[in-house]
Each structure stands twice: as structure tokens, then as C-alpha cells.
């Protein structure tokens, strides 16, 4: 890969697909993603699944919280397209071939669970992926057993805040970038950018050069991306319009 901005597919393709389901992010696999963002939480029977809400009721047609139910009875319910809520071991099989970066997102913000790092980590260096895992969390807590755990992991905070002094808080915490939510100017940090749906947003973070963008339509992000790098600003202006 070069220096480009990387497109990373936000659940999958949700522009198309139900969040998180293991069809999206085959799509985007098969169509040149750079990077798959997803989710974890842990069953009540502690198996890892891939699934953003603590609750179920948006995404499935079930109802109740994710740790509520054991793994098997978590299965019973299903995404709009009729796959079940994926575990995390399909997910890793699904990219096990992957080239691309994957961003597993500790979902631990509202609820810590207990374990849950190690049990990801292990799971993660069993696959033998192809690409180290980024570890991102808007809990610090979590990212700190993950370091704990695994020293040289590559872990990332999540925020929908500025960061103040955003270069010594990475040193402090031993991080390897910044997820955030707004731009803000951080030298010599990589800053990835989350949701980034609008055509006109993805113009300006390509071209300013932030590390990655993370979207609901990856595909209309490669097309932004293909107009500012050959500068064909015709076609990038009728792209981001709207």
C-alpha cells in the first residue's frame, strides 16, 4: 500500500448491507476495501460477537441485551438479511486471506466486560492474520489491558472530542494513533476519522492526508479518493455534491 488516505468500511457496508454482517463485509473484501472497522461484545456465556449496540433491538429482530443471552440463544435472532449476529471466530475466518487492516473496536464504553480483552487478543493471534490488528476503544481502561496483555499491540483511542495535547497523550498511553470523530491537527500522530459519509468531508480529509477515513459507503469514498489524487476537480465537485 502507499501513503494514500485508507478507506476503512465502517461496520462493513452499511450503505447496502446490514451492519456488521458478514455479507457486507465480504462485499467490500471482494471490491478493494483498505480496511474493515467492526465491533465486539461478549455473549453471556462469554463468546465474542460482532454487533455495535449493547442492545439488540435496532439491528436484529430480537429484543434485550447482548450479554443477556448465551451464544446459542443469542443465534435464534437475525440481521435484516437473515444472518445471524456473527461471532467473532467467523469473522476472523471470513478475513483470514485478507490484505487489508482490520479495526476491532472494544465496544466497553458503556459496559466492561470482564475479560473480554484477553480473550479477543488470544482469539486475534490464533487466526495468523495476514496484518496486525488495530484495537481501538473510547474506554482507555480497555486499551490499557490490552498493552498490559500485549505490549506492542496497536491500539487506538476513540473520541467525539478534540483531544488536548493530543502528541503526549499518545506517548502517555502508549498508543499508535487517534480515532476521532472531528479533524483536528495532530503532527507526527496518525488520525483516522469516523463517520465520514458526506462526499465534500471525504474531499478535504483526503486532501489534507489524514491516515484513514472510516464510512458507511466505502464506495463512493474510493471515488472521492480517484478524483482528489488525479485532480480532476470537475468530477470530484459533481461527486461530493449532495
Known sequence: MNNKTLIFGHRGFPARFPENSLAGFEYAIDHGIDGLEFDVHLTKDG?????????????TNGK?????????????????NGEPIPSLS???????NFDGLLNLEFKTNK????????????MVRAANLKRDVIYSSFNIDSLRIARQIAAAGNYCFLS??????????????????LHLHHYQ???????????????????????????GLITDDFEKAQQV????QTGDLHKSSTMTAG
Open 185 to 211: 491537527p495532530v503532527s507526527g500522530v496518525k488520525e483516522r476519522i469516523w463517520t465520514v459519509d458526506d462526499g465534500r468531508k471525504m474531499a478535504t480529509l483526503f486532501s489534507k492526508g489524514v491516515a
Open 64 to 80: 434485550g441485551r447482548v450479554f443477556d443471552y448465551d451464544f446459542q440463544d443469542l443465534r435464534k435472532f437475525k440481521l435484516a
Open 47 to 59: 463468546v465474542p460477537v460482532v454487533i455495535h449496540d449493547e442492545k439488540i433491538n435496532r439491528t
Open 225 to 228: 479518493r480517484h478524483f482528489v
Open 160 to 177: 467525539d472530542h478534540r483531544i488536548q495535547n493530543p502528541g503526549e497523550f499518545v506517548i502517555t498511553e502508549g498508543l499508535s494513533g
Open 90 to 96: 467467523e469473522f476472523l475466518s471470513l478475513v483470514q
Open 111 to 122: 459496559i466492561h466486560y470482564p475479560n473480554i480483552e484477553p480473550k479477543v487478543l488470544a
